[in-house]
Antibody, heavy 121, light 110 residues
């Protein structure tokens, strides 16, 4: 069965950088797009970014454009989210989600359990 | 990328039906059939309940139905049960090849 396991969440200081990871199994990772979605404490879901099956196409929410980078290593079945210049408003649970399609049009078919990132001095 | 508009809360008694609306624009809901609904219980990951406007994934209760008219999507839950109490989110693909979520609706079963 599809399994997505996020890691890398931590308590970090503002202005620093962090990389989140999402290990995928139970499906042909290299054939599907992948998303990151975040949820601040007590708030709603916010779409963050999507990457196509081959990594060539990436799209970002306006709120993170320029600071966030999404990438994938299909040889390791792993998705990444690099976050630079961390801000307090980046504090959230970060979920990775498998798209049902190979590119950004794919909806969020399966979700991981999330990893908590806290930005605080 | 403005968030889709959902009511903050809805409520109903067991056995009743409720409908949650989700309003966007012609650049998202109105322009595409890539509209989904998710259920989220406290402390849990979201669960896909509806995709492509009105399609139910395998295993999702037939008490859930959904539709779209113009720039507004709707989710209806009939025969309310205690287990339906949760937060519900709509989402849509957009003209910028991005996705946008609604603010979420808290469903209370009285």
């Amino acid at each position: 069965q599809v399994q997505l396991v996020e890691s890398g969440g931590d308590v970090v200081q503002p202005g620093t950088s962090l990389r989140l990871s999402c290990a995928a199994s139970g499906f042909t990772f290299r054939s599907y797009g992948m998303h990151w979605v975040r949820q601040a404490p007590g708030k709603g879901l916010e779409w963050v970014a999507v990457i196509s099956f081959d990594g060539r196409n990436q799209y970002f929410a306006d709120s993170v454009k320029g600071r966030f980078t999404i990438s994938r290593d299909n040889s390791k079945n792993t998705l990444y989210l690099q976050i630079n210049g961390l801000r307090a408003e980046d504090t959230a649970v970060y979920y990775c989600a498998k798209a049902h399609y190979y590119d950004s049009r794919g909806y969020f078919e399966y979700w991981g359990q999330g990893t908590l990132l806290t930005v605080s001095s | 990328q403005s968030a889709l508009t959902q009511p903050a809360s809805v409520s109903g008694s067991p056995g009743q039906s409720i409908t949650i609306s989700c309003t966007g624009t012609s650049s998202d809901i109105g322009g595409y059939n890539h509209v989904c609904w998710f259920q989220q219980h406290p402390g849990k990951a979201p669960k896909l309940m509806i995709y492509d406007v009105s399609q139910r994934p395998s295993g999702v209760s037939t008490r859930l139905s959904a539709s779209k008219s113009g720039n507004t999507a709707s989710l209806t839950i009939s025969g309310l049960q205690a287990e339906d109490e949760a937060d519900y989110y709509c989402t849509s693909f957009t003209s910028g090849s991005t996705w946008v979520f609604g603010g979420g609706t808290k469903l209370t079963v009285l």
